[in-house]
């Protein structure tokens, strides 16, 4: 099999994996090639348009293990490949001379056992950073049950690392990954957060240290010593001297780590999903927690008959996730067993606010800044600008307005001097009825009730007259509180357009 064929079915084999922001790298380039801190728009392999920055592969999708939610499971019948670790670096350096990527994200299927891919993967981070001098943005996965010391050593020398969950209970991996249980999952989990914890607290990684030798090569300006491996690890038995010396980056895994997890492959509900991403962001001081609407590609009795991937549902995960990690909301605020599903009409912050309307309305000129996040159409910076303002004028609709609030969504949960918005209205129907995206679409457009389409066709969204297509855009950095969708008229061009939530 040639380079290209293979890179056509790593490539596509690694397109589910939606882990692979490049943000927060901070490695610069000392006489080397690339610059992770720089990273950006670049390309990818995939179609789905969810990774661009990073050339996004599999090391391997020859899979002993048979989740069965999974396209590179065992008794899938697809075309197989491996790379070698040559073919890689060279694919790396190669697309990284030619400016088609900033960096790497290298996933795989586990090759004949855990610690035999782990180990083939670190040989080619390794070589990448002390052959090559590259010092590009690397995303690795770690491979559960793999040996602890080639997940350490690894984590010497990339950016981020991530583990991925995919099944959001124990009872969905009992039954669609049987191969992997929850404990191989987050041991590893476990080991990166204790690592990154240990050497951000240590000295040389404080000051800053040097990235390379006289030689170019990445230097131990920060070894794993006997301080810095996790003691409480079960397995954590080998000497940890033997990776002292050894010639690591000065970082380990600097960018942090993340996960993924699956939605709606699993009768899993929003609020055991958003529960289980803020525990493993207290426990493990994930960067991240990536959500990926599940892709119904392979039929079997045990995964759930839909015909379309939940991305509305996932864009709702997101935008809730951004609530816990930024607006001090908590899982169970958001939802409680009697509401275990965001409604995929509202954005998680107004179908709180709607539930909690004994709260406001807030004056504005008074209320604490926790409470103003709480306002829907009121943002992180906008209520930073309130309180700013307000310390040298009071405050009425206008100046909001000049500040950028959307006061047709605030507008039902504020007071101004104690006057109220021209639209207010604390009728829960009437304020839910004026929040829900379908009274946000652009003038003349009707919405359809329910699940939004990938591949929406124009009659049934009603978005456009002229546009074929209509892809939904679920940022995962997405800050802002819109959802915004590309429209593909027939000539070709792709619109980028926003509803307002
Ligand atoms: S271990 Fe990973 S690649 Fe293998 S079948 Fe499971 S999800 Fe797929």
């Given at each position: 099999m040639d380079l290209l064929e293979k890179l056509g079915i790593l490539a596509d084999a690694a397109k589910y994996d939606v882990s692979c922001s490049s943000s927060g790298g901070t490695r610069n380039n000392n006489k080397g090639v690339g610059n992770s801190f720089a990273a950006g728009i670049c390309h990818t392999w995939a179609d789905d348009g969810r990774c661009v920055s990073l050339l996004k592969?599999?090391?391997?999708?020859?899979?002993?293990?048979?989740?069965?939610?999974?396209?590179?499971?065992?008794?899938n019948d697809i075309p197989r490949a491996s790379f070698t670790a040559d073919e890689i670096i060279d694919l790396t350096m190669n697309f990284y001379r030619r400016n088609y990527i900033e960096g790497l994200f290298l996933s795989s299927a586990v090759l004949k056992n855990p610690s035999h891919t782990m180990e083939l993967m670190l040989e080619i981070v390794r070589r990448l950073r002390n052959e090559q001098a590259f010092f590009g943005y690397i995303h690795l996965k770690a491979i559960p049950g793999a040996d602890q010391r080639l997940i350490h050593e690894a984590g010497m020398y990339v950016d981020r690392m991530s583990v991925n969950i995919e099944l959001p209970s124990d009872k969905g991996l009992e039954v669609?990954?049987?191969?992997?249980p929850v404990k191989a999952l987050l041991k590893p989990m476990q080991q990166i957060s204790q690592g990154i914890a240990e050497h951000k607290e240590h000295p040389a990684f404080k000051r800053g240290g040097s990235g390379t030798n006289s030689a170019g090569l990445f230097t131990p300006s920060v070894q794993s010593d006997s301080s810095s491996f996790p003691e409480s690890l079960p397995d954590a038995d080998f000497s940890r001297r033997e990776l002292a010396g050894r010639n690591s980056g000065k970082y380990f895994v600097p960018a942090g780590q993340s996960t993924q997890l699956i939605v709606g492959?699993?009768?899993?509900?929003d609020l055991s999903i958003l529960k289980l991403s803020e525990a493993l962001y207290g426990k493990f001081s994930l960067k991240r927690v990536y959500y990926s609407a599940y892709v119904p590609t392979l039929s079997d009795p045990r995964l759930p008959a839909i015909i379309k991937p939940p991305l509305l549902r996932e864009h709702r995960l997101y935008q809730a996730d951004w609530l816990l990690r930024f607006y001090g909301f908590e899982a169970d605020e958001l939802l409680s067993k009697t509401n275990p599903d965001f409604d995929p009409q509202l954005d998680p912050k107004a179908f709180w606010a709607l539930r909690n309307l004994h709260l406001f309305p807030l004056e504005v000129n008074k209320a604490e800044y926790e409470m103003l996040l709480r306002v829907p159409g009121i943002g992180v910076k906008s209520a930073q600008r309130i309180v700013a303002a307000r310390r040298v004028n009071k405050l009425n609709f206008d100046n909001l307005k000049k500040m950028g609030i959307v006061l047709k969504r605030a507008g039902h949960f504020i007071t101004c001097q104690g006057k109220t918005y021209e639209s207010f209205s604390q009728n829960e129907h009437i304020v839910k009825e004026a929040l829900t995206s379908a009274k946000l679409l652009p003038q003349g457009k009707k919405a359809v009730p329910g699940q939004m389409s990938l591949f929406s066709t124009l009659n049934e969204t009603g978005l456009g007259e002229n546009m074929s297509d209509l892809y939904l855009f679920s940022s995962p950095e997405n800050t802002k509180e819109w959802l915004s969708y590309y429209t593909q008229p027939q000539d070709g061009r792709l619109l980028l357009s926003d509803i307002h939530l």
């Open positions: 592969i599999l090391l391997s999708n020859e899979c002993i293990y048979d989740c069965v939610y999974c396209v590179n499971r065992a008794s669609l990954a049987p191969q992997k492959a699993t009768p899993d509900r």
